[in-house]
């Protein structure tokens, strides 16, 4: 039967997109369908296939199976013809950019009239790829030079792409953006080492000194004005210990680098070693006690001091009587002493040299010496001492009688000295006081002297 199946004399409607004849025997086909360009004129049915027909001029389907052509569209007012109609496709319209301008592959080089290339690094064209219907036309790109930094050059570009055209002038600028290179010259595991107590600021060059830099463009003087460290909000010399500065350097350019520097703080100063009291010269028998002061940053410094003998002065003889001296009381045994090499001894004899050294050390190990000689000499007169009377009085002729002046002489160097004191004697006439003699024993007051009565002794 028309319009089903025959299958053992049973028959069923066709499905879907499908029909069947009155001359079939093979059962439902698939209907036909309406191309892009086309426009459906019938309609299937069940027992008939689908007709089509051409768009008109001027009017386009852009479907399947469109039930109509539509109108093509004109272009109005500054809008230019990108592709004209046909009958699969309604007329692209836009500005003279639009539809360049929306393609990914143009927007790089056309949203810039500045394009900006490393220096010193290989020319890379700016645009490298278009569409297959796009034609690209280049002038000036060959006169880049990237090796001269901060040079300017123009590169014009013709895009074509369907009827629509694009130009445009492309300023190439040279620049670095490449920063300064800088290493560290400290050795695995080394620190550069900041000195305790002293301000950060005064070792700054410590820092410095620890790296190197150099610039492809800037030179190293340039780089130099542009060191910086953030060392005295890092760094802190009150205290021993590790620390970590950083050292910035920047190009002519403005390009930043930097490093990172392991920093120790450390203490080799000496500790100060200051003398209060040390007396250049020691008198015989004083005392010798030297007044010293130890100071150093982070301890109290041990304190040693030592003192020796460098040189032995000699014991001056006494001197002996001259000729005119009444009396010598003679020789006595000559003061002898050994001096105590661990300390000063004040009864050396004049001349002798002591060196007194001051040693201090502090927890660092760090060590101050002060040295100085201390000169024994005797600067103090022997005590003196009569036992007589301002006057005497001696009875003329009275050759019996001997003089005891009751002499006695002390020295704080020497000791008891009476044994070494020399008498001398003058006569003076009562009248004048004149010296009329000298010399003599003054213990001879007898009637050899031919003086007259009143005769005076000193």
């Not at 005064?202 to 003087?221: C, P």
């Not at 001051?358 to 201390?374: L, P, Y």
């Not at 036992?387 to 002390?410: H, N, P, T």
Request: include cysteine; charged fraction near 20%; charge should be negative.
């Amino acid at each position: 039967k028309v319009g089903t199946s025959k299958r053992d004399q049973n028959c069923s409607p066709c499905s879907g997109d499908s029909f069947s004849t009155a001359n079939d025997s093979l059962g439902c086909q698939k209907a036909s369908s309406c191309g892009l360009g086309s426009f459906v004129t019938n309609e299937m049915s069940p027992s008939s296939d689908r007709q089509c027909e051409a768009c008109p001029d001027n009017t386009f389907s852009d479907q399947l199976n469109s039930q109509d052509c539509q109108p093509c569209s004109a272009c109005i007012q500054d809008d230019v013809v990108v592709f004209s109609c046909t009958q699969t496709a309604n007329t692209v319209c836009g500005a003279n950019f639009g539809v360049i301008l929306r393609h990914p592959i143009t927007q790089e080089i056309l949203k810039t009239d500045i394009y900006e290339v490393q220096a010193g690094l290989p020319y890379t064209p700016p645009l490298n790829q278009t569409l297959p219907e796009m034609v690209l036309t280049v002038v000036g790109e060959n006169a880049v030079d990237t090796s001269n930094l901060g040079g300017e050059y123009e590169i014009e570009y013709k895009l074509v792409w369907g009827e629509a055209t694009a130009n445009r002038t492309l300023r190439i600028v040279v620049i670095d953006t490449l920063p300064p290179a800088i290493s560290l010259l400290l050795k695995k595991g080394a620190h550069v080492q900041f000195e305790a107590g002293v301000p950060v600021a005064a070792q700054l060059h410590r820092l410095f000194a620890a790296i190197e830099y150099e610039d492809n463009y800037a030179s190293t003087e340039e780089l130099n004005h542009t060191l910086n460290t953030n060392a005295e909000e890092m760094v802190d010399t009150s205290a021993l210990g590790l620390a970590t500065a950083t050292v910035f350097v920047n190009d002519t350019q403005g390009n930043a680098a930097s490093i990172l520097i392991p920093v120790q703080v450390i203490d080799t100063t000496a500790p100060k070693v200051e003398v209060l009291v040390l007396p250049r010269f020691l008198d015989n028998g004083a005392l010798f006690q030297p007044q010293v002061a130890v100071s150093d940053f982070d301890s109290q410094p041990s304190l040693t001091t030592t003192i020796a003998a460098t040189s032995m002065g000699e014991y001056t003889p006494f001197p002996a009587c001259t000729a005119s001296s009444a009396k010598d009381y003679g020789a006595v045994d000559e003061f002898i002493h050994t001096p105590l090499y661990a300390n000063v001894d004040a009864r050396a004899p004049n001349g002798t040299i002591y060196s007194y050294t001051v040693t201090a050390m502090d927890v660092s190990g760090n060590t101050a010496v002060f040295q100085r000689d201390i000169i024994i000499r005797d600067t103090q007169p022997p005590t003196l001492q009569l036992q007589v009377a301002e006057e005497e009085f001696l009875e003329y002729g009275d050759v019996e009688r001997q003089l005891d002046l009751g002499i006695s002489a002390y020295d704080t160097h020497d000791g008891n000295i009476t044994a070494h004191v020399c008498v001398e004697v003058r006569r003076y006439n009562p009248a004048n006081k004149s010296v009329i003699a000298e010399g003599g024993n003054p213990f001879d007051v007898s009637a050899r002297s031919l003086a007259a009565d009143g005769l005076e002794f000193s």
